[in-house]
């Protein structure tokens, strides 16, 4: 009896031990609040004041994520699908359309945002590009 169970008991630590595997990176590790710090010529103090942020908390499915941004009055949404290696698909980006004091940092982001091809984790930051170079640098909102 007792060498049955010294049996069970290994073979239920091989097992545990051979199916356990290294977490696969998904999405997820995105799916957050992104707090913008730096952005085309706004100094970091112009993108706090205007609470520029993205929101990728919402997934769909097949790898799009449905997100929303805030920059100054107005709220922007879209799509982001995550297509290959650091590669990304943004599209169907829309807003509100609030008449607001200072409209500069929307109108930049806005155009720079929907042409974003490609992005970058680093630590607790994320960095989108565009084919031309532009890029757009953001903080998790939940790091300390």
Sequence with gaps: MKNILSFLFAFFILNLILNCSAVKPTNEHYQREWMLVSFDGFTKEQL?????EINLTEPIKDGKIRGTAM?????????L????KNRIEISGLGSTLMACQEMNLETQFSKVFEKITRYEINGHFLTLYDEKGSQMKFIAADWD
Excluded: Q, W
């Design 48 to 52: 706090v004041k205007n609470k520029a």
């Design 71 to 79: 920059m100054g009055c107005n709220k922007m949404f879209f799509t």
């Design 81 to 84: 699908k995550f297509k290959s």
